[in-house]
């Protein structure tokens, strides 16, 4: 072992042996002396080479070589095939931990969720605790065209408290207590596996006639927060997938983990049911409540790809022109009302050009023979419309039908809108439309040849327009037939945010666009930092006389109204074009949220903008009533006030206001 002195190193290779010392002078600190490697680490091995001495120091050359990033490969120092450089963690009372931010060797682009992160969580208690949203026979939550399932999404961050796996804990479902209101349901059972489950109804619906993909089995979930995702294909007789080979797809935190059938009990499955069972968040109706925390529960009535998964995963939300899905816009695409054989009750056209068509359909009574009227593409052509659909401008639909050629070899049959067709078909061909001013988003067809000439069709689009749904034929000696037409708007048919929580009124406010409410019990509560509810919407406001609103008619009725928190401000204008037979209080009625119960009348007061009134002494002001949905008129003097009544209001009376009022 031997000591070297640095002013004593030329400018050639010295070398040292691995037990050498090396010795530093400085004037201020002396002669210092370290082993080689405390040396190396000091300088930093970027500057020298990678030789395991000191035999030269690198050149700007060599440096520059040692600090490029090195191959990808599984050597050390090389970077992972996968392309992840590291684990990050994030997580608080309230927060999604991402200990990966690579989905299948892709960056996320985004460091865990920023909601979850940061926003509140509803907590369930696995008693008794759930919400609840109430159903109509037109909801957009069942998802069956007559004869086949249609493609559906159910998504969700959950957290599944220490000790859960004692029952099945259910995310989302529409799955009734009686079989007669069983639709679907996600759920996880007590050996930590994901369930999704549809189940048929009537005839069939025992416990042996439904279909089930299952999970691989999950590890290390309690108490974190993971993010499901599972999405339903369309099945049944006119789609690629049979009943009997259902299947769904499976995410857990934006990666595929199962995507086969795993149940297929011999009942068999016959497909769905519409039913009016709730849609309900942390339960299935009084039985398998879930224990834990749930938030962003997405429903989306298409089946979501793998890049759509990861930016539901990701960022939350799909973009504007996904964000409102509803259900089937028209009003009878089965064809089956018709006032006589020539004339449809739901739809109209310049002169007959539809039959109904009796011997020759998918479903029901009738298809729609439908002869020529010229293209659609043109104005002043004659086809058949229902006026009663009107596209969204910027927003996605998907347009199905049933269609066969009647006769003839040379027309074509056109679904679209004045302006524009969407698809067309030649009796056995489809023909997407082109991308253009009006459709700046036209999607591939997907087809099926059903048998006897019949074909089912379908197909996604973006139009910047509202127009009407037209049916045409180019042509005069070509008619087709047609059945089962159906246009939904493609996107999120519940957005259910644990931010849109009001724990004073136990609601929970959808933010899909479709406004529903649900409403929890078992007492539902919300963790983390809370948001005051946000809420817009339109209302229409009338007047009554002593509660009656007998022989009053208007030319004008507007109203809008702003929700924040537990304050409501609402403005209208109503202009009356006839007076009332009723008699009595005059008060402003059809407020959107009720009044906070005061036990008083004094929750809400405003100036009104009044014109053709009568007998009054100084200007109007209107009070929101005490636990209602009404704002009485007073009428003002020196002393005091008084109730306007019907002698005050004429049959020309204009009301113009803004009301602020706390609400429930």
Not at 357 to 381: A, P, V
Request: hydrophobic share 35%; proline share 3%; glycine share 10%.
């Amino acid at each position: 072992m031997a000591t070297k002195r640095i002013k004593d190193i030329s400018t050639t290779a010295t070398t040292f042996a691995a037990d050498d010392f090396i010795a530093l002078d400085a004037s201020s600190v002396g002669t210092r002396k370290m082993a080689k490697a405390s040396l190396i680490t000091q300088v930093g091995a970027n500057y020298l080479e990678k030789a395991d001495n000191l035999s030269d120091v690198a050149d700007k050359d060599t440096s520059k070589l040692n600090l490029e990033v090195p191959n990808v490969g599984t050597a050390a120092n090389e970077v992972p095939a996968n392309g992840m450089l590291g684990d990050l963690a994030f997580q608080s009372s309230a927060g999604v931990v991402v200990d990966d931010l690579t989905v299948d060797g892709q960056l996320t682009a985004a460091v865990g969720k920023p909601m979850p992160v940061n926003g509140p969580t509803m907590r369930f208690d696995g008693v008794d605790a759930e919400v609840a949203f109430a159903v109509t026979a037109d909801s957009p939550f069942s998802f069956t065209n007559g004869t086949d399932d249609t493609a559906f999404t159910v998504a969700g961050w959950c957290k599944l408290a220490s000790g859960w796996n004692t029952d099945e804990r259910t995310l989302l479902s529409k799955f009734g207590s009686p079989t007669s209101a069983r639709e679907w349901r996600v759920y996880i059972d007590d050996n930590y596996r994901i369930y999704a489950e549809k189940r048929g109804t009537g005839a069939g619906s025992s416990t042996t006639a439904h279909t089930r993909t299952v999970s691989n089995v999950l590890s290390d979930i309690d108490d974190k927060w993971m993010h499901i995702c599972v999405v339903w294909l369309p099945a049944g007789p006119n789609s690629a997938d049979a009943f009997t080979s259902a299947k769904a797809y499976i995410y857990v935190d934006g990666k595929l983990n199962v995507d086969a059938q795993s149940e297929q009990p011999s009942g068999p499955y016959k497909g769905m049911v519409a039913t009016t069972g709730d849609v309900r968040i942390g339960s299935r109706q009084s039985f398998d409540y879930f224990e834990g925390e749930i938030r962003d529960v997405k429903l989306y009535n298409k089946e979501l790809s793998l890049a759509e998964v990861r930016e539901v995963y990701s960022n939350g939300q799909l973009g504007f022109a996904e964000s409102t899905g509803t259900a089937d816009v028209v009003t009878d695409g089965g064809f089956e009302n018709w006032n006589t054989s020539t004339d449809l009750t739901d739809w109209i056209e310049k002169a007959s050009v539809s039959v109904a068509q009796s011997t020759d359909k998918i479903s029901g009574t009738y298809s729609c023979k439908l002869t020529g009227g010229g293209d659609i593409g043109s104005s002043g052509n004659n086809w058949l419309a229902e006026t009663s659909v009107i596209y969204n401008a910027n927003k996605k639909y998907r347009l199905t039908g049933r269609v066969k050629r009647f006769s003839g070899s040379t027309e074509s049959l056109q679904f679209g809108a004045i302006y524009y067709k969407i698809i067309q078909f030649n009796g056995t061909t489809f023909f997407p439309g082109s991308t253009s001013t009006y459709l700046p988003f036209i999607g591939a067809v997907t087809s099926k040849d059903l048998g006897n000439g019949w074909y089912s069709f379908s197909i996604d689009f973006t139009t910047t327009i509202a127009n009407t749904l037209t049916i045409g034929v180019n042509g005069s000696t070509d008619p087709y037939l047609i059945d089962d037409v159906s246009l939904v708007q493609i996107g999120s048919v519940l957005d259910a945010r644990a931010e849109q929580f009001d724990t004073s009124t136990g609601k929970l406010y959808d933010l899909s666009g479709n406004d529903f409410v649900g409403t929890q019990s078992g007492g539902v509560q919300s963790l983390g930092k809370k948001f005051p509810v946000y809420e817009t919407g339109t209302w229409t406001p009338s007047v009554t006389f002593g509660g009656g609103s007998t022989g009053i008619t208007y030319s004008a009725q507007e109203g809008y109204y702003t929700r924040v928190g537990n304050l409501a401000v609402v403005t209208g204008h109503i202009k009356m074009s006839a007076n009332r037979s009723s008699n009595g209080t005059a008060r402003i009625a059809g407020l959107p949220i009720t009044g906070k119960n005061m036990s008083s009348a004094s929750v809400g007061a405003s100036a009104v903008v009044a014109g053709y009134m009568s007998g009054l002494t100084s200007g109007v002001t209107a009070q929101v009533d005490d636990n209602a949905t009404t704002a009485t008129l007073y009428d003002h003097s020196a002393t005091g006030y008084a109730e306007l009544d019907h002698n005050n209001l004429t049959g020309a009376t204009s009301l113009r206001f803004t009301i602020t009022y706390p609400i429930q």
